[in-house]
């Protein structure tokens, strides 16, 4: 290979690219970039003469990258990932001093019950550094990472980026939770009787519980679906209603008095709630930091209190 060949390479040039590959837009990637959108069409420019190549052809209010384009960003994301990764074992990370910004993507659930820990360890030994969190789902999370809107997330993942990758921090098991008063646990028949409140962040009337009760030839009636779980212990208060919830998000508000939590009468799988990051951040100190925090507090052994507490 001719090494020669990145003499002539502008690197400012290859991450235009790769962010006008990841926003198919020249306003949005100028923004991005904190660049003038004079700036970023010259830079195109500039890239179009570099690899005689169109790059991106103008299809209604988006840009869509030619074939070239697409073999270009195949090689060039994992070089530019590299280059990252070199780059940043030249810095240190002070957390005492740092006034870093760090954007963080995390499921709701995890942002209720599992940040406020976090977050106070975090201000004690960096009180300098700023969180920004943004919420994010298995439906999202791939892409808010790509784009670099955040660069490390804790939820329950899917498919994800080539290049990222994920460590499991807890198997999630499922419990329900009520508000009323009665001391009995809930029963299968009781379960599949009474009204359910569904949390989606895609407007579903279903979730997981529905495909599990199915397999035992059961089903239970929805009657509210809403997109985040902060909502929910208002909803439920002073009404036969039931919801599924992440055994931690359930022993928090079962702690704090807000609603009753109890497993399921019925046998289900576990979920995964994994901590999810881009290999280019895999080196760099601030980042590394950070992650071993999260899951020294988001882990499985920084649950409230056993399942069988709660019983």
Known sequence: MNRNELRKADINLMVVFETLMQERNVTRAADKLFVGQPTLSAALNRLRARFNDPLFIRV???MEPTARANEIIHHLSPALDALSTALSLTRGFNPASSDMT??????????????????????????????????????????????????VAVCITLELPANAKRKLLR???PMVVRADASPEPITLDDYC???????????????????WLAAIGRKRKAVLSVPQYVAVPTLMASTDLLCNLPDHLALTLHERGLLRAEPL????PTLGLSLVWLSLTDSDPAERWLRKKMEQFMSDHSLIAPVSAVV
């Open 193 to 211: 009787s009474r009204p359910h409140v569904v949390v989606s962040h895609v407007a579903n009337i279903s979730g997981f519980a529905d495909e």
């Open 102 to 151: 760090f954007r963080i993507g995390l499921s709701d659930d995890v942002e209720y019950s599992l940040l406020p820990p976090l977050l106070r360890a975090l201000r004690k030994e960096a009180p300098g550094i700023v969180l920004v969190i943004k919420q994010v789902n298995y439906w999202n999370v791939s892409e808010l990472l790509k784009s670099g809107e955040i660069t």
């Open 171 to 173: 198997n999630m098991k």
């Open 60 to 62: 209604g209010h988006r």
């Open 265 to 268: 009468p019925f046998a289900t």
